[in-house]
């Protein structure tokens, strides 16, 4: 409802002054300078948006006069230029001659008051984002000539964050009123606000104001600010440490299922990774060149399904050819997968090249904004959202179905379960595909926050096997609480330390923690189980 209040008062506010701007405009020929800047002032207040893209050709000492009218001449070619409508932008005739036309008079103070009339008219864009940008434009000039319309801004805009912005931006205007209570009422209003934004005006006024209850209101929103963004620190960092401990328990899980039910140790999981990102990069390299513009949202979803699928197929070809030779032997396994991870980082480098990159769709670009100041990028909740999926999925999947039951009775007996009838082989095939394919997907969610390069598996191969192993080798819920334990450790600790310092206290933790417990948070199961 609101909207189309905004929409509609928009509207009826171009249509009362669409009759005005054509008497106006002829105005800016006038000798006196101060006549022009009133135009201008009377432009910004008109409410009429189409006078927007004329006044930003004005600035560039576009506008003319021609035969008693403004027109817009862009460009002046072998001394003529063709008139167009100052409104609308059609040409009204054929290319004339530069002597025909008069330059309208500007000069830097009617640049400058053209700007602000570009500002204030686009408080009343049908665009929020426009309005947003403007709003804020206009709180920071803190112009006591915008404070009535940023008040209506306030109580009527359709969107959060407009009325946000226009209502800090009226208290920011109220500091400088010559009224003690309305500064000390519009200190009140910034700390209600949480306005960072506002935090060193509210310092200079500390400095300044010679009032001592505007002083106290001051003080008191600078510390309601300070703890506001003080918690929003926190929780950035939390949200931080979630997601990029969502991706270590997505490798995790895969890792989990080939190292700690199958016993390999598999030194080209993060090649499964890489193979992913680069599963995704084709994905989209495909939908821009063969398909629609429109069906572009659509790509991610299909690229994190063919970054499973590609790493799946790669792992299962690895098993197929290499590790099916080497069970019960995992130092074996170890120097063979080391092997074939650097031949995959060749492979891809030769194909691809050092560096690419891809682009997030249009959905997963901005944030939400549960709180003043706190933003969750969608790309990183996207990445949360798919590793509950990735858990929920491996679960029902070793947990409630056959092929589960399959892959337990396997793992932790294969004699037994071979006796029964169960083709182990391709058991052991589809169980490293699995895990194969979920580095993969961690590999596709990683494109979101981060650029692609051959060796890029390098650096969670480490991090998931410390997640495998603090949680307990072959568990999920070991996974789980490790993997999030490690990513919520590391950017806990990187605002205190830097980076490798972080992972090096956390290196040292989970060796501490492994001596007091060897078997991790949750004991070992499967075929290592059954070796120890």
């Known amino acids: ?170 208290a920011l205007i109220d500091l400088a009123n010559s009224n003690a209570a309305e500064r000390a009422g519009a200190c009140e209003r910034l700390a209600d606000l949480h306005a960072l934004g506002a935090r060193d005006r509210l310092v200079a006024l500390v400095a300044r104001d010679p009032d001592p209850a505007v002083k106290i209101a001051a003080r008191a929103a600078i510390s309601s600010i300070d703890t506001w963004q003080g918690g929003v ?59 629609p513009a429109s069906l572009m949202p659509f790509y991610f979803p299909l690229g994190v399904v063919a970054a499973f699928a590609a790493a799946g197929a790669v792992g299962w070809l690895i098993e197929l050819t290499v590790i099916r030779h080497l069970y019960g032997r995992p130092l074996e396994t170890l120097l063979a997968t080391w092997g074939i991870s650097y031949l995959l980082i060749q492979t891809v480098r030769t194909i691809f090249g050092d560096n690419r990159a891809v682009t997030a769709p249009d959905w997963l670009v901005g944030g939400w904004e549960p709180a003043t100041g706190l933003v969750l990028p969608w790309n990183r909740l996207f990445i949360i959202v798919l590793t509950i999926l990735s858990i929920v999925g491996v679960w029902l999947l070793l947990s409630k179905t056959r092929l589960g039951l399959l892959v337990r009775a396997t793992t932790q007996s294969r004699r037994t379960a071979a006796s029964l009838g169960v083709n182990t082989r391709a058991i052991d095939g589809a169980t490293f595909a699995l895990g194969s394919g979920l580095a993969g997907a961690a590999g596709a969610a990683l494109t979101l926050i981060g650029g692609l390069k051959p060796d890029m598996g390098q650096e969670f191969i480490i991090d998931s096997f410390l997640v495998v192993a603090a949680g307990g080798v072959g568990s999920l819920a070991g996974v789980i609480w490790a993997g999030l334990g490690l990513g919520m450790a590391n950017k806990l600790l990187e605002p205190f330390t830097q980076a490798v310092w972080a992972k090096v206290i956390v290196l040292a933790a989970i060796v501490l923690f492994l001596q007091w417990r060897p078997s991790g948070l949750f004991p070992a199961k499967g075929r290592l189980a059954d070796a120890s």
């Open 1 to 170: 409802m609101r909207s189309l209040q905004a929409l509609l008062t928009i509207l009826l506010a171009t249509c009362l002054h669409a009759a005005d701007l054509p008497a106006i405009l002829p105005r800016l020929a006038a000798e006196d300078a101060a006549e022009r800047v009133a135009v201008l002032r009377e432009l910004a207040i008109s409410g009429d948006i189409r006078a927007i893209p004329f006044l930003e050709d004005y600035r560039q000492g576009s506008g003319y006069m021609l035969d008693g009218r403004v027109v817009l001449v862009l460009e002046l070619k072998d001394g003529a230029g063709v008139p167009l409508d100052p409104l609308t932008r059609t040409a009204l005739r054929a290319a004339v001659p530069a002597a025909q036309l008069s330059e309208l008079p500007i000069s830097r103070r009617e640049r400058i008051a053209a700007g602000e009339a570009i500002n204030r008219l686009r408080l009343a864009d049908p665009d929020p984002e426009a309005r947003l940008a403007a709003v804020i434009k206009a709180a920071d000039a803190a112009n006591s000539a915008d404070r009535a319309v940023l008040a209506e801004i306030a109580t009527s805009d359709a969107d959060p964050r407009v009325r946000r912005a226009a209502g800090e931006g009226t």
């Open 233 to 291: 620190r926190v929780a950035q960092t939390v949200f931080s440490g979630l997601s990029a401990g969502s991706i270590l328990i997505i490798m995790a899980l895969g890792l989990s299922i080939t190292f700690g039910l199958m016993g390999v140790i598999n030194m080209a999981h993060g090649e499964m990774l890489m193979i992913g990102a680069y599963a995704t990069l084709m994905v989209q390299s495909l939908f821009t060149a063969v398909l």
